[in-house]
């Protein structure tokens, strides 16, 4: 089943009197449970096409398609609704509430779909159980580490039962080993069925996806599987 179908997406930026073509001509499938990376050098055109495929920003000319609905004509208060209901965002930085608690950060999404309050405190709380923070979800921001602070990210991104979960340079600000923890956990919820799009422009964390796809001057250079993907050592974590 697809997820995402794009085609023939272009973007076009206007800067002065210039204009910026950040993606010429995309056209790409993926498919449910699937585990894509997206690579490629500064100007490659990978963040505009994250943030398209986030319905975070629309393309120029093209169709995307998200769950056979045409998002590419969508209108702003459409496009937050399939946002905040179908895809779940990981970003570098956390983006975490720093005067807030680990489980009011996990429970922002649930107040914003409008869920009564019992529900969504016990739907947060079983999510920071299931990526190992059920002892942390008392806890601000500045309590936990970086790796901790990724993990309430995670759960945030998984709180809503989302179709795709959205991971910017989800290692960028942490450290080798942190990083190999945070991959482990992403492993874990593609193999409980989730579908994972991962930015990243480390070849080595690309390769724990199963295909990765290369962009450069606006176009995608490859798309292929993954022949010696690198599987992580598992966490056993219950379904989230």
Known sequence: MNIINIEHIAKIYEVGLEEVHALRDVSLRINKNEYVAIMGPSGSGKSTLMNILGCLDTPTHGIYQFKEKNVSIMNDNELATIRNKEIGFVFQTFNLLPRSNALHNV???????????????????????????????????????????????????????????????????????????????????????????????EEYIAKHAARIIRLRDGLIETDEIVKDRYIPKRNNLSKV
Not at 181 to 191: G, K, R, S, T, V
Not at 194 to 200: A, G, P, S, W, Y
């Open 107 to 201: 429970e922002l999404p649930l107040i914003y779909a409008g869920k009564v309050k019992h529900d969504r405190i016990e739907r947060s709380q079983k999510v920071l159980e299931n990526v190992g923070l059920g002892d942390r979800m008392h806890h601000k921001p500045n309590e936990l580490s970086g790796g901790q602070r990724q993990r309430v990210a995670i759960a945030r991104a998984l709180v809503t039962d989302p179709a795709i979960i959205l991971a910017d340079e989800p290692t960028g600000n942490l450290d080798t080993k942190t990083g190999e923890d945070i991959m482990a956990l992403f492993n874990d919820i593609h193999e409980q069925g989730n579908t994972i799009i991962l930015v990243t422009h």
